[in-house]
């Protein structure tokens, strides 16, 4: 049965699950093997303490909301079908890895971690995170808070999406009710299963976010999709939850023109088109 939900959170709430060493990356202040640290950490100090500030700021103006779909679904060979409660299905086409893998190591694809057709359904998430359009936008007469206010809204997105997954996981779905990780164990994905974002390794193809629109409308937190398949707000992230106990990222890879053109007629769209969503790949 299908369930569509989104969630709601306060800037504040989602301070705790701020990965920050991904904020500092984004101001190139990551460890770089510096003799003499001490100049770098007080950067890090202060920039951390500014973004804090602005995001206190935040708190009294906007939220950050995430669509979560819960849906039944099965795979048929690299496809997954996302049933719906009519009888229906909306095809998702996967890639599977092509290059060489080590012996006994299979080439991985998305759907091997959905129950294969022939048997009984299993489930899938689908989500879409954004931070509020405004927020992103703030401060766009200084270039430095502007900047700030860009990173602060991104980190805040993925804090929003990391929290909602865990509510899957716990409250919602409900298939890992016991799990109790601290939260570097969260940033280090110690939970059950995988959340694969799209125009990520193991899904690359931008344009799923237009089969995931149809799919929980992300409308409803504010997300417009480009005609490229693109986001809008950047601030931004959506992609599947998946529950499988052995599911692991993975990196799809170059492929080969036997599986472009196979995942052009799934995917329903001309080779041109496809080629300039997975021109990595390809």
């Known amino acids: 049965m299908s369930k569509l939900l989104t969630l709601t959170f306060s800037v504040c709430e989602l301070i705790p699950y701020i990965n920050w060493s991904y904020f500092l990356y984004a101001w190139q202040l990551a460890s770089q093997g510096h003799d003499d640290i001490a100049p770098q950490a007080r950067e890090e100090k202060r920039i951390r303490k500014e973004a804090l500030e ?7 103006l906007y ?3 995430c669509r979560i779909g819960l849906f039944d679904a099965v795979s048929r060979e690299d496809d997954i079908l996302i049933l719906h409660d009519d009888g229906s299905h909306t095809l998702l086409p996967c890639l599977r890895q092509q290059h060489d893998i080590k012996e006994g190591t299979p080439n991985l694809c998305l759907s091997d971690f959905i129950m294969p057709v022939s048997n009984n359904s299993d489930r899938i998430g689908v989500f879409a995170t954004a931070a509020d359009s405004d927020m992103e936008h703030s401060y ?3 270039t430095y808070l502007h900047m700030m206010a860009q990173t602060v809204s991104d980190r ?13 996981r716990k409250e919602i779905w ?3 009710p016991q799990e109790n990780l601290r939260t570097e164990e969260l940033f280090a994905e110690k939970f059950q299963g995988i959340r694969p974002a799209v125009g990520y390794p193991s899904l690359p193809d931008q344009s799923v976010n237009f ?3 149809d799919l929980i409308d992300m409308g409803k937190v504010g997300i417009n999709i480009t005609e490229n398949g693109a986001m809008n707000p950047h601030a931004a992230i959506s992609g599947l939850m998946i529950s499988h106990p052995m599911a692991h990222y993975f990196n799809v890879g170059k492929i080969g023109h036997d599986q ?3 995942y052009c007629r799934r995917r329903g769209l001309p080779m041109e088109r496809i080629r300039q969503f997975l021109s990595a790949n390809i």
């Open 156 to 168: 805040l997105a993925e804090a929003a999406t990391e929290l909602a997954h865990m509510k899957v």
């Open 54 to 60: 602005m995001m206190m700021d935040f708190d009294k």
């Open 211 to 213: 089969i995931l629109n």
């Open 174 to 176: 409900k298939y890992a």
């Open 260 to 262: 472009l053109t196979d």
């Open 140 to 142: 766009e007469d200084n």
């Open 63 to 65: 939220s950050v909301r």
